[in-house]
């Protein structure tokens, strides 16, 4: 499995970095063989300055030539890491764009119920924190193990010239350590891991401590030293998972070092011998030695890049699963697709025996609910908080699909039309809308960017929403950025917000007009202005108000009343009232709360 993996990161790289390929395979080579040749250079150079201080014969001509290509090779290797270097550092911005932007994009895009499940914000949280360095480093570790074999092959051969002995008594403390470094390699990855949750629990008090909007409530009910605590402690408790890891690796390369220096010994008694017995040169023995370390070094060299490469290559893994999320086969949406010409008779918006559970939720928020809206009929939904309101609208949206049931739009069941296809017809203002840190203008195209342009539109919908009389009182009206987060823009009330997200939904302009308690922050008055430009607003079109305020739900044709997520009652104002249960009930215990101008709102009819 992860071979396909390191296969897929092969050929984003190739078709993304080929001169960064080229780059680094060169410079693995010449790094590679770099070792040998100074080695060489040391050993002829001490030679021969020892043959001097000898002979004292004035010959200082190979001695130059020596230093001449020791200073040649530097700048050569210098020049060519500093090229490197600045390729490696180019190719790393272009690849994180392009790494980011396809996670984002992918997050985005993900159906909406992994959004409630908090292990995907965990995966998202370990595969953003370090997406290129992490993307590369296999491909990285893989050319660190090939040079580091060039330095220890290279090194061994020199030693082998002289003495087989001496390359098995630089072999022998490194063996081992392979295996201990593949097993530390697999530990820092599930540190990293189990620290997902952790680092995303830090980051948001983090957010909250720092800001505006939660820092007022903060403040006010004394927080900080709670929220700093609570970061505090998840902090602490990673730092001492990962010192807890260094810790381990730094007594196993300590060891390591000590045993290494043990053999050195051993094999520094075996050079002595030779330089006995056959009269080694005191260059040969001072390269011998280097030799001898640089072995041990090259070798655990590999042994780290291995440990390396399997940890990254199961960042890899996990970046490529979180790519793969929501492809498998929906079983029940493709037997929708086959059977989709099948079309029911009623056109409009026909929900047939939907029932819904949330992830991971027994509790079933929606029960067997059918009902049918037709085309430009003005339907309320209405009942208590938690009813199953505004999962009706989720579910219609394709936000979810149900665990049992069918919902249908033109006689077209809803999961076998295109996502993008839908989303075109339906205009949604949500109680929980956006506040974007951008111009005025920008909060209200955002709700259809292909007519960004059009300024009647814009201005249109501005007037009947009342966010027209904000911009008039804006400094660069409705260019004025709005909050303090990215510009210094200007402040609005939540009233005002909430005139903004309204305008940015009917920017939409879709043939079905859902709306989610969209004036709850409105004064009466401006909620009854709204309202009564309502009735021109949904000419030609489907309305669906979600409620819980009964004096709104009067201007519907119809009102859907929803108690534990069942409908129990359906008819008109008038109806329901005479039939004197629950949506009686509702009305008359918000009844007091009703203003004589309340009382005039004009029923939508087209």
């Known amino acids: 499995m992860e071979k396909r993996y390191l296969l897929l990161a092969l050929r984003v790289v190739w078709q993304k970095g ?86 984002l994009a992918k997050s985005s895009s993900l159906p909406y119920r992994f959004m409630e499940d908090p292990e995907i914000h965990n995966h998202l949280q370990r595969i953003m924190g370090s997406s290129s360095a992490s993307f590369l480093a296999p491909i990285r570790n893989a050319m660190g193990i090939g040079r580091s074999v060039l330095h220890s092959l290279s090194y061994m051969g020199f030693l082998f010239a002289f003495h087989w002995s001496l390359v098995l008594v630089a072999l022998l403390p490194t063996f081992f350590l392979f295996r201990l470094q593949i097993k530390l390699g697999s530990e820092s990855f599930q540190v990293h891991y189990r620290q997902a949750h952790a680092a995303r629990e830090t980051r948001y008090i983090s957010g909250l401590l720092t800001d505006k909007q939660s820092g007022k409530e903060i403040r006010l009910f004394g927080l900080t030293d709670v929220l700093l605590n609570r970061w505090s402690k998840q902090f602490m408790k990673s730092s001492k998972e990962v010192l807890a890891l260094l810790k381990k690796r730094s007594l196993l390369e300590a060891f390591m070092e000590g045993l290494s220096a043990l053999f050195y010994i051993f094999a520094a008694l075996i050079m002595i011998w030779l330089a006995v017995s056959s009269k080694l040169k005191i260059g040969d023995f001072v390269s011998l030695s280097q030799a001898v370390q640089g072995v041990q070094v090259a070798i655990q060299q590999v042994s780290q890049e291995i440990s390396h490469f399997y940890e990254q290559r199961l960042y890899l893994r996990d970046f490529y699963r979180f790519m793969e999320l929501g492809e498998e086969q929906d079983n ?189 922050a409105l004064d009466p008055k401006t909620e009854l202005e709204i309202f009564q430009n309502f009735e021109s607003l949904t000419m030609g079109k489907t309305a669906i108000y979600i409620s819980h305020r009964m004096a709104a739900a009067r201007m519907a044709d119809r009102i859907i009343v929803l108690k534990e997520g069942e409908i129990i009652e359906m008819g008109s104002h008038q109806e329901l009232m005479d039939l004197g249960k629950e949506y009686y009930s509702m009305y008359q215990s918000q009844a007091q709360w009703f203003s004589e101008e309340s009382r005039e709102v004009v029923a939508w009819r087209s």
């Open 18 to 103: 080929k001169l960064w390929l080229f780059s680094i395979g060169l410079f693995t080579i010449l790094t590679g063989i770099q070792p040998l040749l100074l080695l060489w250079l040391t050993k002829e150079l001490i030679n021969e300055i020892t043959r001097l201080i000898s002979s004292a014969d004035g010959k200082y001509d190979t001695a130059m030539n020596l230093l001449l290509f020791q200073f040649l090779l530097v700048i050569l290797y210098s020049l060519a890491a500093k090229g490197h270097d600045y390729i490696n550092q180019r190719f790393e911005i272009t690849l994180d764009h392009y790494l980011q932007k396809l996670i």
């Open 332 to 520: 029940r949406k493709f037997a929708v697709q086959q059977s989709s010409a099948q079309q029911i008779a009623q056109q409009g918006i026909v929900f047939a025996n939907v029932s819904f559970s949330y992830p991971n939720s027994d509790k079933e928020a929606l029960k067997q609910v059918s009902f049918q809206i037709k085309p430009n009929e003005k339907v309320a939904i209405v009942g208590e908080n938690g009813s199953g309101k505004t999962t009706i609208v989720k579910c219609l949206l394709g936000l979810y699909q149900p665990d049992h049931g069918h919902i249908y739009y033109n006689g077209q069941d809803i999961s076998a039309i295109n996502h993008e296809e839908l989303k075109k017809d339906f205009t949604v203002i949500f109680q929980d809308f956006m506040r974007y840190q951008f111009t005025l203008r920008d909060n209200i195209v955002f709700g259809n960017i292909s007519e960004e342009d059009n300024w009647n539109r814009l201005e249109t919908v501005a007037k009947e929403s009342g966010v027209d009389q904000i911009a008039g009182k804006l400094p660069d009206g409705y260019n004025t950025f709005l909050g303090k987060m990215l510009y210094d823009g200007e402040d609005l009330s939540g009233g005002q917000w909430q005139k903004i997200a309204l305008a940015r939904g009917l920017f939409r302009n879709g043939k079905v007009i859902v709306l989610d308690e969209p004036t709850a």
